[in-house]
């Protein structure tokens, strides 16, 4: 009942990300799938970027395949995805940073931040591997951190309070 839609970027191999929309789809409210081509973001949905197929986000909640690949060295990349979405929804996007082995993510925090949205992290004692997080909380601009279940019990109480105001 939560008015978000979800954009899950993860570096995964091709063959892993159909399992992760099953499971996805079993252990969470939400309808979770992998982008492979024109689709909308929506309430209640989420968008699992895959490597193979590079998003291009457009106003009115689209997403088109991009016909640019990806630039940087991570497929798919969490600092583009971001950019992306940064241009269009500035101030109501959210960025949660979590486990994970690079960088990738820490100019997203920075961006998401300077348009005005919040940045978030897993906390790092409770990563498998905590570089990602740690690299994003070295911007100076993550506002809350905190283990996975933390996280979305802090989100949905925000989205639920704002709501009702």
Known sequence: DLPVAFVYVQHIEEAFDQALV???NRQTPFEAFKFDGETRLGVGRILIVAPEKR???LPFQRV???SKPWLGKFRPGIDEV???LARLYRERL????????CNDGERAA???NRVG???WSQSPESCLIATMPEAANRTGVVGVSGTPRE???TLASRLRNAAKS
């Open 22 to 24: 099953t499971h996805l």
């Open 55 to 57: 998003p291009r986000f």
């Open 64 to 66: 088109i395949p991009a």
């Open 82 to 84: 971001a950019a992306d």
């Open 94 to 101: 959210g960025l949660i940073v979590f486990s994970g082995t």
């Open 110 to 112: 920075v961006l998401v």
């Open 117 to 119: 949205g919040q940045v």
């Open 151 to 153: 996280l979305a019990a």
